[in-house]
């Protein structure tokens, strides 16, 4: 399970139900207990993204290879899963 902090990662939707959604690719805004909110990089709109419906995959400064993180075993507050 993912534990650190999403905002300020680059991520890129890998698996969703929600067609529109794959390969979506931008810096994480912000985030919800249900969402994230997402600057796409080639358009630079903000797009909101449920949790429950994607995978991404995060780009993660401290490690060499992109990290798997499916949306439902994040679905919580940020501050709660940080904290443990």
Do not use: Y
């Not at 399970?1 to 698996?15: C, Q, S």
């Not at 994040?74 to 709660?80: F, G, N, Q, V, W």
């Amino acid at each position: 399970m993912f534990t650190g902090m999403l905002i300020g990662k680059m991520a890129r939707i890998v698996e969703s139900s929600d067609l529109t959604l794959l390969n979506r690719f931008g810096l994480i805004l912000d985030e919800t207990k249900n969402t994230l909110i997402m600057s796409e990089d080639s358009t630079r709109r903000l797009i909101t993204i449920p949790k429950a419906v994607v995978k991404i995959s995060i780009q993660d400064s401290g490690r060499g290879s992109p990290v798997l993180v499916r949306g439902l075993d994040i679905l919580s507050r940020p501050e709660e899963r940080i904290k443990g």
